[in-house]
């Protein structure tokens, strides 16, 4: 059974840092390419990070670059994303997404079930 566990969030003033982790089990993560996306209350699911399946490119959201970055350990089969400098506006579930959509070749999206960050003022 394939599983994407997040984990690492929780409650933080403004101006700090998380590390939020997604490990995966029954999957490669090397084998996709690796996205976060956040949901905050009452707003749509939106994009935050991605790293290529080569590990070689990443890309991020406007709202988050320079201040958040996104890595992968192969050993630990495991995504990070490390959040620094937050804001209240980063107040949000945060989703791993493994996007076998886009994967060579194509294979099945699979989606964690998140982890809340809230950021206090």
């Known amino acids: 059974q394939v599983q994407l566990v997040e984990s690492g969030g929780g409650l933080v003033q403004a101006g700090g840092s998380l590390r939020l982790s997604c490990a995966a089990f029954g999957i490669t993560l090397s084998d996709y390419p690796m996205m976060w996306w956040r949901q905050a209350p009452g707003k749509e699911r939106e994009f935050v990070a991605r790293l290529s399946q080569s590990g070689e490119t990443r890309n991020f959201a406007s709202y988050v670059k320079g201040r958040f970055t996104i890595s992968r350990d192969n050993a630990k089969n495991t995504v990070y994303l490390q959040m620094n400098s937050l804001k209240p506006e980063d107040t949000a579930v945060y989703y791993c997404?493994?996007?076998?959509?886009?994967?060579?070749?194509?294979?099945?999206?699979?989606w964690g079930k998140g982890t809340l960050v809230t950021v206090s003022a």
């Open positions: 997404n493994a996007d076998g959509s886009d994967s060579f070749p194509r294979r099945m999206d699979y």
